[in-house]
């Protein structure tokens, strides 16, 4: 696949699968031995992996939405960046529901392989509170 073809996939996929949570498109975008590096050791790869990621992240935010920010590629490596915003509903790595919305960014670098993500690495911010006096605040 070409470098644009890759980037238009990544899009696909976040936009599907974490934005809209369709679990059901799993396997049409990640290959069955995908390797999730933010995982535990010995965890599931392949599939599986996302799913339990996107499970956890929508339950503790069902409203949560990402912004691809940037996108750059080279061969078969994409680069996102990308900002989120949701309320916190539910637990969320231990922590109880604070009912706040919530922002967070990361870094995400896939490695495609025949229209497929293969491996994954993220580096990000945890969420954290958007005060309400930052929002209103906020320049236009």
Known sequence: MSVEENKALVRRFV???WNQGKLDLL???VAADFLNHED???ARGGPESIRRHVLALRSAFPDVHFTIEELIAEGDVVVVRESARGTN???FMGIPP???QM???????VRLANGKLVEHWREGRPPH???VQEVIAAPA
């Not at 967070?104 to 670098?109: D, Q, R």
């Open 89 to 91: 509903r539910g637990a």
């Open 15 to 17: 936009e599907g699968v």
């Open 27 to 29: 396997e049409e975008f």
């Open 40 to 42: 535990a050791p010995g």
């Open 103 to 109: 922002t967070f960014s990361n870094i995400h670098i």
């Open 129 to 131: 509170p958007v005060p």
């Open 98 to 100: 604070t009912g706040q």
